[in-house]
């Protein structure tokens, strides 16, 4: 089923975005055990150089969701990115969205991780340009998360 898709940034803690991280977490838990959100704190997404979006649907029904936050200088890291069942496209728009957010604000690369045993997730992220990454902070060491990195356009490059 194709959709208008509408991005706009939201507050992490509002109810759709809060009812669609927690259907992210069932499903991360039904994959890899882990629902992931020990990973995750809001308010690292209400800073400066970060945000929280959700995509609607023409009648503004919740599709899913994604967020950006500085992780070190130069590098933004992507975290609960989620779409709905069913709603076909929705994990790319957001993205690209999460994408040129991304550059306006400065950022050289998007790093992320998810678990290697979310073969849905790996080979989204692999279409999509990123490539895979040592692993960093936190998932030093774990055998199960994979990281990936994309770099980033300046806004001084040439389209």
Known sequence: ???EIQLAEEDPGAADSVALMDELSTALEAIT???????????????????????????GAALGCGALRPLEPGVAEIKRMYARHGTSGV????LRYLEE??????????W???????RRAVDFYEARGYSRIANYGKYIGNPLAVCFEKQLPSLLEPA
């Open 1 to 3: 089923m194709a959709y």
């Open 33 to 59: 055990g882990d629902g992931g959100r020990a990973s995750f704190d809001v308010e690292d997404v209400r800073g400066p150089m970060a945000c929280f979006v959700v995509a609607r649907n023409r009648s």
């Open 91 to 94: 994990g790319s728009a957001v």
């Open 101 to 110: 957010e991304a550059v306006a604000m400065g950022y050289q690369a998007i």
């Open 112 to 118: 992320l991780e998810t678990r290697l045993v979310n």
